[in-house]
C-alpha cells in the first residue's frame, strides 16, 4: 500500500531546503579573507629589546587558525600559536619558551590590512622569567 505525501509537508521541505542553501551561499560570499602562509615578524618590546622572526600559519578551520612564531633574534623563542579572525582582527594566544629557558603565554590583537599583507597591533607576554611585558607586533609579507 502507498502512503500518500502530503503536499504542506512536501512544500515545507522545499522551503527549509532553499533557505538553508540560502544561508550557506551568503556565508560563503561574505566569509572574511585570512591571512595565509608566512610572514615576517617584528616583535617590539616596550623598554627592551626589538625581536624578529617569522609567523606561519599551518591551518585555517572556520575562522580559527593554528600556526607558529619563531622569533631567531637577538633571542630564539618558539611560540604556538592558535587563534580566531573575526572581521579584521586576528587574535593570537599561544605559549613559549624561550632558549634562555624563560617560558609563558603570548597573546595579541592584531588588525590585519585589506589586502592581508599586513598586521599590527599591540602584545602582551606573561613571562616567568621577567614578569608581564607589552609592546608592538607587526607581521609583514
Given at each position: 500500500m502507498?502512503?500518500?505525501v502530503s503536499r504542506p509537508t512536501s512544500l515545507f521541505g522545499v522551503v527549509v531546503l532553499s533557505i538553508l542553501s540560502a544561508c550557506?551561499?551568503?556565508?560563503?560570499a561574505s566569509a572574511t579573507p585570512h591571512m595565509t602562509g608566512s610572514y615576517a615578524a617584528k616583535l617590539q618590546v616596550s623598554g627592551r629589546s626589538t625581536y624578529v622572526g617569522t609567523f606561519s600559519i599551518a591551518e585555517w578551520v572556520s575562522d580559527?587558525?593554528?600556526g607558529s612564531l619563531?622569533?631567531?633574534s637577538p633571542l630564539a623563542v618558539d611560540v604556538v600559536v592558535g587563534g580566531r579572525q573575526?572581521?579584521?582582527t586576528l587574535r593570537l594566544n599561544g605559549t613559549y619558551s624561550a632558549a634562555n629557558g624563560c617560558t609563558g603565554t603570548f597573546a595579541a590583537p592584531l588588525v590585519v590590512s585589506t589586502d592581508l599583507a599586513a598586521a599590527t597591533g599591540p602584545f602582551t607576554l606573561v613571562d616567568k622569567c621577567a614578569g608581564t611585558l607589552t609592546g608592538q607586533m607587526e607581521l609583514k609579507r
Open positions: 502507498r502512503t500518500a550557506a551561499t551568503f556565508r560563503g580559527s587558525l593554528r619563531r622569533l631567531v573575526i572581521r579584521d
